[in-house]
């Protein structure tokens, strides 16, 4: 047997000490076994060596797990999102006929861009917007008012004296004492 100095006994004993506690501790057991595998691969490590094969597959049965579960997570939101954009084009849809029926081309593209450039999501919504700042033209007078110059009526203006003479005020006159006359045949006073 070699000699060797009392400093080295004492760092070997310290060593074997710290070794053996290492390994005394299901804590650190692993760690120095995997050490020693690490740093000795030739030499047979019983539990590290039966271990791996077991873990190995543990482990890619974890991954199968974690895979199956992304993979229906993902699922499960593409069909909550396709269910959405579904119900969202469902609604723009029927929006867009509602509008349709009321309004002609152009006037469906602006209340659209409208909705577009405001964010507004409701066509309704948006329609009335749209007719509020955008109200619809008095509708237009008919012959069939109760000042119908054209109509020839007993009593009535003579509209040549009008479109031919051009006499405004004759016109004028004949056509206010001609409602003036209707006023009072109605019950009025004046």
Excluded at 87 to 96: A, Q
Excluded at 136 to 157: C, H, I, K
């Amino acid at each position: 047997m070699p000699e060797i100095d009392e400093n080295q006994l004492a760092t070997f004993t310290n060593l074997q000490g710290f070794v053996q506690k290492a390994l005394a501790s299901p804590q650190h057991r692993q760690s120095l076994l995997k050490i020693q595998k690490d740093l000795y691969p030739d030499v047979p490590v019983p539990e590290i060596d039966a271990a791996n094969p077991i873990l190995e597959k543990l482990s890619a049965l974890e991954q199968k797990f974690e895979d199956d579960r992304k993979a229906r997570e993902e699922a499960a939101t593409k069909a909550a999102k396709d269910a959405q954009d579904s119900e969202w084009t469902t609604r723009w849809n029927k929006g867009h006929e509602m509008l349709a029926g009321r309004f002609n081309e152009e006037g469906v593209a602006a209340i659209e861009k409208m909705m577009h450039e405001r964010g507004i999501a409701d066509h309704e919504a948006a329609m009335a917007l749209f007719e509020k700042h955008n109200p619809p033209p008095p509708p237009p007078l008919t012959g069939s008012s109760r000042f119908n110059w054209f109509e020839q009526v007993e009593g009535a203006p003579d509209v040549n004296m009008l479109l031919e003479k051009q006499d405004y005020d004759g016109f004028l006159g004949q056509a206010v004492d001609m409602a003036r006359r209707q006023f009072r045949a109605a019950g009025g006073q004046g």
